[in-house]
């Protein structure tokens, strides 16, 4: 077992249930110099649930991970205990924490991860939607070219999705995503392992069924792509044909061509355009 001293662990703490913080975590954290933490309000607030004493808690998140970064390296070189956690599951998983890591690596710092709960795979094992292969893809873009953007690269990828996703932009990013991937499982997966935990699984292409008010924090799952539901190749050069006879610059063309056929990404349908022009 590693030594306690000298070292950066990667502590996992619960996503909402106290009682998910392993007993190794809890010893981890009361023995450890520093405990950085994402909010150190929320973080203290864990160890008062679970009767741990803290010896200092230092802020570490996405705004001053850059300027904090330096005094805790120099902290780790003088021989500090430090423990990074996020405000709810594994660190680094959507959260910040991997320029520290990456730099204490370059360094020969020592780096430990303390395994424990994780809400994109905790949605996955009781989603019930094929878990592999999987991609995790953190939070969305903000805006709708980069939501498309993002969903056309894995468009033809044969895996599952995952992200988080805020409840007001829930409807708009999988309206997009229905738009790019077509028609696949969905679950939305919200307040996991708290008392209003809540799995609602259905159709992508269903997503304007979902409730308008979805509390709490979400974890999205999309099943992989569908093979049968894939518009066979002889099809799409045959709607292909049309859309070139009407005319109209390639991308109006690959646009209304994407409205006709299914499982079908951009890149594919632009390549596909580029051979049939040359031929």
Request: aromatic share 6%.
């Amino acid at each position: 077992m590693p030594s306690p001293a000298n070292r950066l662990w990667i502590v996992a703490t619960p996503l909402g249930n106290p009682g998910d913080l392993s007993p190794r975590a809890r010893r981890i954290l009361g023995e450890v110099d520093v405990i950085l933490a994402e909010d150190t309000r929320r973080t203290a607030r864990l160890l008062w649930q679970c009767g741990i004493e803290a010896k200092h808690l230092l802020s570490f998140h996405d705004h001053n991970e850059k300027e904090r970064q330096e005094h805790v390296l120099a902290l780790l070189r003088k021989g500090a205990n430090i423990a990074l956690v996020s405000d709810a599951g594994t660190p680094l998983v959507a959260d910040p924490g991997y320029r520290l890591v990456r730099s204490c690596r370059a360094e020969k710092l020592p780096v430990s991860p303390l395994p424990g709960p994780s809400a994109p795979v905790a949605a996955l094992s009781a989603a019930g939607i094929a878990p592999l292969p999987y991609a995790f893809l953190g939070f969305l873009p903000r805006d709708n070219a980069g939501r498309d953007a993002l969903f056309r690269a894995f468009a033809a990828t044969p895996c599952t999705l995952i992200f988080f996703e805020r409840k007001d932009r829930l409807k708009e990013s999988l309206l997009r995503a229905a738009a790019v991937l077509g028609s696949r499982d969905l679950a939305v997966c919200r307040e996991l392992t708290k008392e209003h935990e809540e799995f609602i699984l259905g159709r992508l292409e269903e997503y304007a069924d979902l409730p308008d008010e979805l509390l709490g924090e979400l974890t999205i799952i999309i099943g992989p792509p569908e093979a049968t539901l894939r518009t066979p190749l002889h099809q799409v050069e045959l709607y292909l044909q049309e859309e070139v006879a009407l005319g109209g610059k390639p991308r109006q063309i690959v646009r209304r061509l994407q409205e006709r056929v299914c499982g079908w990404n951009g890149k594919e349908l632009y390549a596909l355009l580029r051979t049939t022009t040359l031929d």
